[in-house]
């Protein structure tokens, strides 16, 4: 991810506060109007799911950190709840417990070494739609050998409350406060919170997360990142720790990230990665129109192209002793051309 990022800052010594910001934002635009054109590099490994004359074979893919194994590992899963585990480090692949019932589309979050899993669709029938890949035994047996298991949790409650129906209630954006609580919130449902410790969903609030996807926590600044949900997809910052049940939390950063894609250009999902040290890639997905105008006022069909554009940026502290508040700096953009190529999710 070096590649994204400038070796410098735009230069702010000897001028005040105010010219200091019109050097960013002017630098972020001049940067973000020229998108460099980018190739993929050649796969590492490539995986293909199993498919037969009744269903399509489709993967998800989920980052696990872990002490039992390692940090770079990527948990993998098929239409039929097959569960496999790359190590990126050792370039290995190991065959995992199948999950206790496959995800449609699942959500992923890692609390301490275990990795949590849960349906963004979930419906009433679906009792083992969340679970979590814990290290342990088996059983209770103490000569039992210590291993990976899948344990089926609660579902949240919000699936069996009055008027929840599909597609409106689907799980639109989940986070992880104060290390073991899973927060998780569902359009005019509102925010449920699942202790992994007591195993016991609570709800939160009537209100929902203003983040679209997964929001992190990031210690040096005390604060949840993420895409907003009603600003277009930018990226955002929140302070989850001071909500409360009549408290909803509200954005107190979102940054415009000055894209300029052609016109016709239709936008599709974005995704935030954090990369440490303030630094973060957001990730953006694009295609063509599948129509296009023709001489006499009709619409002809064409092939529409999907294009993934990901930029670096970078969040820090402005102000003498860093009292000035937050400030992003944009970097590099790179697009690539994903021909006749899915893609549907950054990790």
């Known amino acids: 991810m070096s590649d994204f990022f400038y070796p410098t800052r735009p230069p702010n010594k000897s001028r005040g506060a105010a ?29 293909q799911p199993p498919s037969s004359n009744t269903d399509f074979g489709i993967m998800h893919f989920m980052l696990f ?20 585990l790359y190590s990126m480090d050792s370039h290995t692949i190991r065959v995992m417990p199948t999950l206790n019932q496959p995800k449609r589309m699942p959500l992923s ?29 088996a059983s209770s047996d103490p000569f039992s050998r210590r291993d990976w298991h899948w344990h089926t949790l609660p579902p949240p409650p ?66 949840w990142f993420g ?23 509200t954005l107190c950063h979102v940054w415009e990230d000055n894209l300029r894609t052609p016109e016709d250009w239709v936008r599709g999902m974005a995704y935030v990665v954090h990369l440490g040290s303030g630094k973060f890639c957001v990730a953006r997905f694009f295609k063509t129109p599948e129509e296009e105008p023709c001489v006499d006022g009709r619409f002809s ?17 402005c102000g003498k002793a860093g009292r000035g508040g937050l400030r992003m700096i944009t970097h590099r953009s790179k697009q690539y051309r994903l021909a006749n190529k899915l893609l549907v999710l950054v990790l």
């Open 109 to 137: 979050l890692t609390v301490g070494d275990s990795l949590y899993v849960m349906d963004i669709f979930p419906r009433p029938s679906d009792t083992k739609c969340f679970e979590a890949l814990t290290h342990g035994c």
């Open 65 to 84: 950190s872990s002490t039992h194994s390692a940090k770079n590992q990527i948990i993998g899963t098929d239409q039929r709840g097959n569960t496999l």
């Open 301 to 317: 069909c064409r092939e529409s192209d999907m294009f993934a554009v990901l930029t670096g940026v970078e969040v820090e502290r």
């Open 158 to 223: 919000h699936i069996f409350e009055p008027g929840y129906e599909l597609p409106s209630g689907y799980i639109r954006s989940s986070t992880v406060v104060g290390h073991s609580n899973i927060c998780v919130s569902a359009g005019n449902i509102g925010t449920y919170s699942f202790d992994t410790m007591s195993r016991v969903w609570s709800k939160a609030g009537d209100w929902v997360l203003p983040f679209l996807g997964r929001a992190e926590y990031i210690p040096e600044y005390n604060l």
């Open 227 to 249: 895409l907003s949900y009603a600003d277009n997809q930018l990226l955002c910052a929140s302070d989850l720790s001071v909500t409360s049940e009549l408290k909803p939390p």
């Open 19 to 47: 010219d200091a910001e019109h050097i960013v934002a002017s630098s972020s635009a001049n940067n973000m109007a020229t998108i460099e054109d980018a190739r993929l590099p050649r796969p590492v490994i490539t995986f």
